[in-house]
């Protein structure tokens, strides 16, 4: 794929990679972050979203201070945060865990926060939250046993992915779709050209 300039996704999700390829945009490299991802006391999901995602792609910045092969590129960075009113819903790493989230968004509308942060060559940090309203299905105790059983909630925020069999649970999406799955592609565009950085210069290879 033909890029002029080179992009860094810090972030090891498999779905933002491929939601920029989707998009036409190939990363130069992937750099995933391990930051600490535990939200502050009484801290906004969105707030939550802003600082997670400005603190990994201020984190691929330092990894990459003074190494001269990436003085010109740009650095990408999300974090998703699912919330029901204030409170914030964990990524799911234990079955207890995606079982409460899954009987937590049963029947009713929640929210999908994406922090996205971009710092640009000459090191100007952009960043924005985008939110998308969720209405689920009411989830029997068969479908959430049967859910729990797919493993699809691993790893993802509030328990579950809409780009899988949970994508049947959804009766309302307000906003973005992409930005549930972890990245909004209009949004994260948008930043990206506003920037200088030429989003079309991969596509007809896309
Ligand atoms: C709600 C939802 C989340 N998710 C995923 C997107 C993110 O990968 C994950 C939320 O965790 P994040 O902390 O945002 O991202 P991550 O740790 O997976 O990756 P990174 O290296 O970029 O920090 O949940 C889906 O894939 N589908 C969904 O429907």
Redesign the pocket.
Known sequence: MAQTEKLILA???P??VELLAQAGIEAARLM?MDID?TPKRSEHPRSLARRLSTG?AQAALAAIKGDPAHAGSYILA???V?SVGRRILP?TEMVDEASSALHLLSGRSHR?FTGVCLITPDRTVRQKVIDTKVRFKRLSTTDIEHYLASGQWR????G????GI?GSFVVKLVGSYTN???LPLYETLTLLSGEGFDVHAGWADA
């Open positions: 972030s090891g999700s779905r933002r995933p991802e990994k999300a974090d998703t699912v990524k999908v790893g993802k925020a509030g579950y992915a809409i780009q949970a549930v799955v972890g």
